[in-house]
């Protein structure tokens, strides 16, 4: 047992002493986190800095466009806005993964498909989400820096750099397959996520010689994580005398002032260390242990066919009339075996009109009730309707790693009853498919979201009661680590530090004077 603990509380220690710098690092960085995020370019504002469609517009429709630039197929999107250089373009997205994943964008006034993406029309782009009045100053291009790790934007890579001479010191990234701005990240922004994100999930391994080995490089530290933590709340109990004190007359043996308060603090905060460091490995899906191999869900069975804009359909200019209103998009879809366009303003909800005729119109429930229940080859054990978020279809703020998506209510939960446990969550004004889950996903959702950010309902609609428990015992876990780097640095500094050798004193000779 004594040889044991020796163990115990020296693979503490010295594994400790690399572990606790990460956590400091973590802890700190995470409250960052909680007020300012990773750069992104959420849905809100890419519409706010789209420029309207003009409804006087000499626009080809649909389909003209489409076969001037010489794409047959079938869609798996399809779209109109001034999206490139300050231009009204169709963003056609092939369905099957045929074409570029970052889309085919086609001049809406001549056909013409875009072809390159210079520095010029980039520079358009970027002015047109900017807006009149503010000045420009072109970066060059990149592949990667430290705010566009984002595996979305792999599609659009290369991008185009601009700088905005505004208040907010924007820099804009354009993509250099559509020319559309796909992130913005003002000055402040990307000076707080050299405390925040970047660092948080170890970013500046990403980009370099080790990013192949990102994700292992952070399972294994968060692994190696639980076990320091596991392993300090052991000492941390066997060194705790619970029934009698120490000569001191304090219960904790640590007469230094570090060491006394890092024996505290890790006991008080063991555990939401411990569930912190655990969260975030589950935020990693590390293995793909929350992947349950489900089949996909078949939408295009759900929609009633592919998406194939009608040569007969209504006219742009038709649709951002019958809109009303100022519409920064179109996008075309098929729901329920009908075909549709979602007109958008600045608003997130659009106005669903169709694509034949331009009016109006809305979905009949029972078609899409039966729509849906195509979706998987198991049958449908119940459709829920939510009118008010819940545990797993809730929102959070725009800046959040989840949040800045769109999140309408109400929406149906198209419950199934197969193996995997799979809800499918439903638009029913636009026959959306918005997201699936099973049960291996909802696991992840406790796991990392309830765990890691606290995304409990009863706290995230109390703020600050939210902020401050997240932010004390953020503190907690700081101390804790904060006082573990300090008493490791001075050990290693005393393992280091040389001794001096000891001086030698020569033995005694007798002389002739003294026998």
Known sequence: MAHFKRWLFLLHRWLGIVVCAFF???????VVMMYVGYPKLTESERLLHLPPLAADAALLGPREALDAAGIAGPLKDLRLAVASGGRAVYLAQPAGGKGAKAGVVIDAATGTPLRHVDRELAMASAAAFAGPGIGLVYEGTLDEDAFTHSRALDAHRPLHQVALVDAAHTRLYVSGRTSEVVRDAPRAERLWNYAGAWIHWLYPLRGGALDPYWADIVNWLSILGIAVTLMGTAVGILRWRFASRYRSGSRSPYRGFMMRWHHITGLLFAAVTLTWIFSGLMSMNPWRVFDSGAPALRTEAMNGGPLVPLADAASPQALIAAAGGTVRELRWTRAAGRDLVLARGTALRPTVLDAASAAPTALDADMLKAAVAKLSSAPVARIEVLTAYDSH?????????????????????????????????????????????????????WLFAMLHSWDWRPLLERRPLWDLAMVLLSLGGAALSLTGVVIGWRRLGRKLTPKPAARRIPPFTPSKEHP
């Open 393 to 445: 279809y809730y929102t959070r703020e725009p800046h959040t790693m989840t949040g800045g998506g769109d999140k309408p209510l109400p929406i149906w939960r198209v419950v199934f009853a197969d193996e995997a446990g799979t809800w499918a969550h439903v638009d029913p004004r636009t026959g959306a498919l918005l997201n699936r889950s099973d049960s291996h996903r909802r696991a992840s959702r």
């Open 24 to 30: 400091a690092m973590w802890f700190v960085s995470g």
